[in-house]
């Protein structure tokens, strides 16, 4: 099931998935405002310091499960939890059109 859609342009993200952003997004860090926002055509998101990790290592290479491995070693925090936060992040980001696998 490695990003299958079940339906016309919904991804289904699941262990196997190579998230990626699309190029109209840009995650970008505001010096002037001291965070991390992405950029997306004509709105800013502010995503929290957790989204910031995952998406970062968000490269269309690395696995869903690669990603919360690195996560969980990088956090000292189990790598089951830290996969399940991942992916309910991950698929709420796919299905707004955020992330694209």
Same mark, same amino acid.
């Given at each position: 099931?490695?990003?299958? &859609?079940? #339906?016309?342009?919904?991804?289904?993200? /699941?262990? *196997? &998935?190579?998230?990626?952003?699309?190029?109209? $997004?840009? @995650?970008?860090?505001?010096?002037?405002?001291?965070?991390?926002?992405? @950029?997306?055509?004509?709105?800013? $998101?502010?995503?929290? %310091? &957790?989204? +910031?990790? +995952?998406? %970062?290592?968000?490269?269309?290479?690395?696995?869903?499960? *690669?990603? =919360? =491995?690195?996560?969980?070693? *990088?956090? #000292?925090?189990?790598?089951? +939890?830290? &996969?399940? /936060?991942?992916? /309910?992040? @991950? %698929?709420?980001?796919? /299905?707004?059109?955020?992330?694209?696998?």
């Amino acid at each position: 099931m490695t990003g299958e &859609t079940r #339906s016309p342009g919904r991804l289904i993200v /699941d262990r *196997e &998935t190579k998230p990626h952003m699309p190029p109209y $997004l840009k @995650l970008r860090h505001d010096a002037g405002r001291g965070r991390w926002v992405l @950029l997306a055509p004509e709105r800013i $998101l502010t995503p929290d %310091q &957790t989204a +910031v990790a +995952v998406l %970062q290592l968000c490269d269309g290479k690395r696995t869903v499960e *690669e990603i =919360a =491995a690195k996560l969980a070693e *990088e956090y #000292s925090a189990p790598a089951d +939890v830290i &996969t399940a /936060d991942v992916l /309910d992040l @991950l %698929q709420g980001l796919a /299905d707004k059109g955020y992330i694209k696998g």
